[in-house]
């Protein structure tokens, strides 16, 4: 295997999972013949939009299977793929589609700002993909790569000036994949979840590429937090996971939160109860996983041995983009606290007054028309990554220093402080400028230190100017003024970092032991823009700090992200008060569980009941009502996979007749919603109703559809209806009409049918409103039609009109 | 009922960097409306909407479509059988919405 064609052709007749991309609502899988074929469909449709050999094309869009096609799509035409931060603003990924000379940019719906087409760039939104791809043939024929031809341009640094392109080949990349994978040799198949960016190198090869050589499966997500993370994490068997050393931090955090607010944080210490403990949190995490890997900067000892002591592996690895990205790895068997393991095969190191040079397979060429940065960065052949290093006798690496001191925030973003200097020191006032990574417990924040040219410049105002012109990753949290007349400088001027660190966090700490710091005050107080001291317990939110919609939504973010709870923003209304707040954060409640979902109904023993329900009684008792008449039947023959049925509704008995003219093999597959303010309404409900309810759920397959509050939970419900292969039917009127007239449909109708992404098959019945209609005591025998109409498919039409062609639809349906 | 809500773009912008888009639009009003003005004029119509009703709900169950001249439509989950009315205006960084509702 010698290049990323090669891996892509090893795609083409293979039937396991590769894909599932969570929605949040849906669960989608993709075959590793899938990937294969959309790749090719993708490849069609760029080479349709013109885009030719050693064309550039941007990325700029979060990781999903769709993000898969179209890297693929892009090099099976010969074309360079550009990958950009997909958080990242859209100054920067403007910056790099003109540096590169893009042709084309793959965007998403999920970003503010877009990229308007313009002259030499077209655009398509990464979310429109599946609809855009449908409808073409895959590409018939695909380029064979060489080796040394470019795969991608990998912009690196520059979140301010001039970013650097890294070069990286066919050759480059494979040959890093394959020795990764032989190197960390993981013995057997793995799920991974892939949250870190596909536009770094790092998530790239190790939590792309790798698995697709190794035959893994890969998990997506819709919607990264934290509760989603934790859902995928157990409902998907997963593994492993990449992840940066910030990021195991907050876990790591909110996991001692969580045991000391139980009181269970000492056990920790006990040799017996430890086990216990560690054995209830590692279920959290689900029945199958196993190991982070660590990279984009050095995991804290400390760290690496707190989940060590709760069995996890910490597998730490060390590399540059510029190298595809690994260097070494620790490994499956064998982890070394402190060290970045041994180096792979193929890639060679030597060490020049401790800097790490690298030579090999994977280390680039250059960068992008950029000689003299292309020139820096080699001496005599040699990669100079800036790092300094020691080496044991075994050939274990470790990490002394890195001359860039790059700082990365949780969701992997590297932040480079030389580029947040250069526009501090641009800006009137200031003399000099340090910036550096400061951990105030939630792992390291973007901090300036100031020198300033006299004392009564006004820093916040500094601040805020250079925040402006950096990008959204590299804004500056936290700042303090250097009192002394300058920093502390080396032979060679430098700044010398590691000495301002440890000053300010000896002046830190110091300030720590009068005020133990309260994190939700502290956050209260960063949203509402006041100080701390103003923030009392029985403050309201609303209208005592001020804090408007879009503060609330700013706040319930950042407690998401501390407590790592889901929550609404309506949880804060207009007399919420601090303690409020706190009490409901504390108690850690769950959202209520939404009554009338019960998802057993449709596997085997609810099918069996109902069958055997149905045999002994239901269907005799039909009889005693209507004749069945069913027509359409042939419109449910070609039917794949599961369908929305719609159906007005009259009466009652409606649903059982729907049901009973439905073919067997279908009928047992259906659920039917009903609606929630029927059985269960605030002004009182019927006793009879209530009893009734649960034998209706168990014999005819039902569950509760709210309109109002619990709706969306309603719907990811439905969405695990149909990925279970069932069919749901919806009376999308809400309610039995009065008159015999079809009414108006619910809203919700429309926002059901575009996430759950299945066909609508259209019902009309006849002959209710004589049976039993609205009103009748007692139903009157009499002649039933049920008339199935064709599957209609929607793409991306509005809700609106997916209710008013729906509508339609059954309208047209005639007993003729 | 009646209700108005004045946005400032620039102050949206700050603090959208801090929370994702989806807590407050639902798929395809994203995909619909492709420039920030027009995602702003929705929020701020919603948040008009939450007034004119008296409280605050889940910011996705209600949604604007525009109808086939463009005019923006307020849809919502929370109940039928209303009439609702919108507008919608945009000034330089500022947004304007209103939002009527009859029984």
Redesign the interface.
Known sequence: MKTLIDLFKTFERRNEDVFVYRTGIRRFTFTYSNLYEFSLRMAQYFSEKGIKKGDKVAIWAPNSPSWAFSYFGILLIGAIVVPVDFVSGKNRAETIVNLSGAKFIIQS??????I?SSGGLKTA?M??LSFLLKPLIPIKKFIQAKPIDVAEIVYTSGTTGDPKGVLLTHGNIISNVIAACDHVSIPYKFNFLSVLPLSHMFEQTVGFLAPLYRGDKIVYLR?IKPSSIMDGLRDEGISSMTAVPRFLLLLKNTIERELDSKGLKTFLRTPVLKKIIARLIRKKFGHNFRMFISGGAGLPRELFNFWKNLGFKVVEGYGLTECSPIISANTFNEQTEGSVGKVLKGVRIKLDNKEILVKGDSVFSGYYQNSQATEKAFGNGWFKTGDFAEIDADGRIFIKGRKKDVIVNASGINIYPDEIENVLNKIKGVKDSCVLGLDKGEGDEVHAVLLLKSKDINTSEIIKSANENLD?LA?IAGFSVWEELDFPRTTTLKIQKFKVKEKLLSEEKSEKQDLTRDILISLIANVSKRVEAEIKENSILVSDLGIN???R??L???LEQEYRVDL???II?QNTTVSDLRKLLEKREKIKKQRGLWLWLNNKLGIVMREFLDFIFQIPLSHLFFDLESKGLSNLKNLKGSVIFIANHMSYLDQPAIMYAMPRKIRYKTASATREEYFFSDNGTPFVRKLLFPYGMIAFNTFLLP???G??KSLAFMGRLIDNNTNILIFPE?TRTENGKLQ?F???L??IV??LQVPVVPIRIFGMEKIYPRGAKFPKKGKCTVIFGKPIEFT?E???EIIEISRNAILNLTAK | MLGIDLVYLP???K??????????F???E???N???ES?VGIFAAK?AFFKAIG???????V?I??NKYGKP?I????F?NKKIEVSISHAGEYVIAIVMIND
């Open positions: 719906i999920y970003k503010f700002e877009k308007l939104m979310e429109d919607t959204s804004q919609s879009l503060s939504l700013e319930v973010n950042y609404e923003d309506t209304n309109q109002e509050s709706f969306r809400g108006d619910m809203a919700g429309g926002l575009k996430e991306t509005t809700p609106s | 102050e949206f912008e603090k959208l960097k801090t929370f994702s888009l989806e807590r407050i639902l798929p395809h994203l995909s619909q492709k420039s920030k995602l948040e409280k605050k709900e889940d910011w996705l169950s949604w479509e525009k439509e849809k919502t989950l929370l039928d």
